[in-house]
Structure formats: structure tokens, C-alpha cells
């Protein structure tokens, strides 16, 4: 029995996408602790983005769960039977109910719909746009939306333009990394996101680039922070593209420029967090 109930709990923490949960969780908690966010206020928005990444994770796994059954992924929680998919369905609903309740009491009207908003478009994104060459748009308004929701839920002002743009960009340049990773995957089961429409090749450079323009976005925005900071921007940049081309070069490894991906997209995260930081 104990077996039974450790392998149901594995199942719903692998059905949630652990990693990409805690990832967006933590950075958007971080850039509103950096914004001056605090308290209760604090805890009340990480909660309701903790809430909403949760129900975005178990809707895509409850609603792509025949199509994980067709391509045999036996690590999928649904397909190794240890969660259903309409046990899914009913715990995305409560958690993306509580999630818009948190997001109002905690950003008030006004902010707290930008974050339903995000939410929305992630639902949108696993139901219908993921297999259409717009797979890409639901996580660049979602990205872009929170930045308001940080903003007009902290103090009522709009951000500065070049926060959502940022975000959009790390948005999407994320979504074409991962996506990457399972194009050919996707494309034996006949789903054709844009990673799927664009190839391999093509993806990854338009990864690079989507990451390379967010990163001198930044660069521009910190010069009148600091010319030092400024250039460690171009500086990551550089590096990291130098770091996984070389890796390429030598090992071979074909996950080198994901992995720089995730390095380069960190280190946008803590330069947006200095930027927030100094402008507040």
C-alpha cells in the first residue's frame, strides 16, 4: 500500500513538469522580490504562480496523454498508469481556480488578470496551438504578461517597455529549446509545432538569436546602471555561445547547446533581476 501511494505521488509530481514548474516559479518570485515586493504580498503571488504552473503541467499531460499513449512514452505518468487522465483534468481546474483567486488578492484586479491571462494562454498552448506552427506565441504573451502582473500588482504603474520584450523574447527562445529536444519525436506522431515546422537547424538558431537580441536588450538597459554590467551581458553572451560551440566541436554532445540554452537564459534571468533592482 505504501508502495502504491509513493508511486501515485511520484506520478502526479512527474505529471506537473517539475522542472519547468519550479524554474518559472522561482524566477518570477525573484524578479518581484527584486521589484520590492514582500510579505504576505510575496508569498500570495508565489503561490499563485506555483498554482497556475501546476495546473498548467497536468492539463498538458492530461490532454497529450493519447497522444503519449500512440508514441509509447513510458515516462509519462498517465501511460505507466500511475495517474488518470481525468484525475488530471480535475486537479488542473481546482489549481488554476485557486491560482486566479491568489492572483487577484495578491496583485489586485487589475495585475492579478495579467497572470490569469499568462495562465489562459498556457491552456491555450495545450489545447489546440502546440501542434499548429503558432506554438510559439502562447509562451511569448505569457512571458510578457507577467510583467505587468510584477508591476500594476505592486504599485499601479506600467512596466518599462523593455521588461515585456525581454520576457518574450526568454519566452520563447525557451519554448524552441525544449521544443527542440523532442522534434523528432513530435514529428513520428504527426505533431507539427513550429520546432517541427522550422527543423532542427533552424530551430536552434532561432533559439540563439531570440536569446542573443533578449541579452543586448539588457546589455542597453543596464549601461545606465553600470558599463560594467552592461558589458558581463555581452560578455555571457559571447561566452556561452563560444562554450557551446567548442563542446559541439570536441564531445559531440548533442544536448551542448540546450544546456547552453538554460545557462544563457539563467544568466538573463539574475542580469533582469539587477536591472529591476536598480530602477525600482
Same mark, same amino acid.
Given at each position: 500500500?505504501?508502495? *502504491? ?6 506520478? +502526479?509530481?512527474?505529471?506537473?513538469? /517539475?522542472? %519547468? ?12 522580490a527584486a521589484l520590492? +515586493? ?8 508565489a503561490a499563485a =504562480? ?26 509519462? %505518468? ?8 481525468? *484525475?488530471?483534468? &480535475? ?17 489586485? &484586479?487589475?495585475?492579478?488578470? &495579467? *497572470?490569469?491571462?499568462? !495562465?489562459?494562454?498556457? &491552456?491555450?498552448?495545450? $489545447?489546440?496551438?502546440? #501542434?499548429?506552427?503558432?506554438? +510559439?506565441? /502562447? ?8 510583467? /505587468? ?8 504603474? +506600467? %512596466? ?31 505533431? @507539427? ?31 545606465? $546602471? @553600470? ?18 560551440? =567548442?563542446? !559541439?566541436?570536441?564531445?559531440? #554532445?548533442?544536448?551542448? /547547446? ?13 542580469? $533582469? ?8
Open positions: 500500500m505504501a508502495g *502504491h501511494r509513493t508511486s501515485a505521488l511520484s506520478g +502526479w509530481v512527474h505529471a506537473c513538469h /517539475p522542472l %519547468p514548474t519550479a524554474a518559472v516559479t522561482t524566477i518570477v518570485t525573484a524578479l518581484a520590492g +515586493w514582500h510579505g504576505a504580498a510575496l508569498v500570495g503571488l =504562480v506555483l498554482l497556475g504552473q501546476l495546473s498548467i503541467g497536468w492539463s498538458n499531460d492530461a490532454h497529450d496523454a493519447a497522444a503519449d499513449v500512440r508514441a509509447l512514452r513510458r515516462d509519462k %505518468p498517465v501511460v505507466a498508469g500511475t495517474v488518470r487522465a481525468p *484525475h488530471l483534468w &480535475w486537479a488542473a481546474g481546482i489549481a488554476a481556480a485557486l491560482s486566479v483567486v491568489l492572483s487577484l488578492a495578491a496583485a489586485g &484586479w487589475i495585475g492579478g488578470m &495579467w *497572470h490569469v491571462a499568462a !495562465v489562459a494562454m498556457a &491552456w491555450w498552448y495545450n $489545447v489546440q496551438l502546440s #501542434r499548429t506552427v503558432m506554438s +510559439w506565441v /502562447p509562451y511569448a504573451v505569457s512571458f510578457a504578461c507577467l510583467a /505587468p502582473f510584477l508591476t500594476l500588482g505592486l504599485n499601479g504603474t +506600467w %512596466p518599462a517597455v523593455w521588461l515585456p520584450v525581454v520576457l518574450a523574447l526568454m519566452g520563447t527562445a525557451a519554448h524552441l529549446a525544449n521544443a527542440g529536444r523532442d522534434l523528432e519525436r513530435d514529428r513520428s506522431i504527426a505533431l @507539427s509545432g513550429a520546432a517541427v515546422r522550422l527543423g532542427a537547424a533552424r530551430t536552434s538558431a532561432a533559439t540563439w538569436v531570440l536569446l542573443g537580441i533578449a541579452t543586448l536588450v539588457l546589455a542597453a538597459v543596464l549601461v545606465r $546602471v @553600470s558599463l560594467a554590467l552592461a558589458a558581463a551581458a555581452v560578455g555571457a553572451l559571447l561566452a556561452v555561445l563560444i562554450a557551446v560551440l =567548442v563542446t !559541439v566541436r570536441v564531445t559531440k #554532445r548533442a544536448d551542448a /547547446p540546450f544546456v547552453g540554452v538554460i545557462v544563457l537564459a539563467l544568466l538573463d534571468v539574475t542580469l $533582469v533581476a539587477v536591472a529591476l533592482h536598480s530602477t525600482a
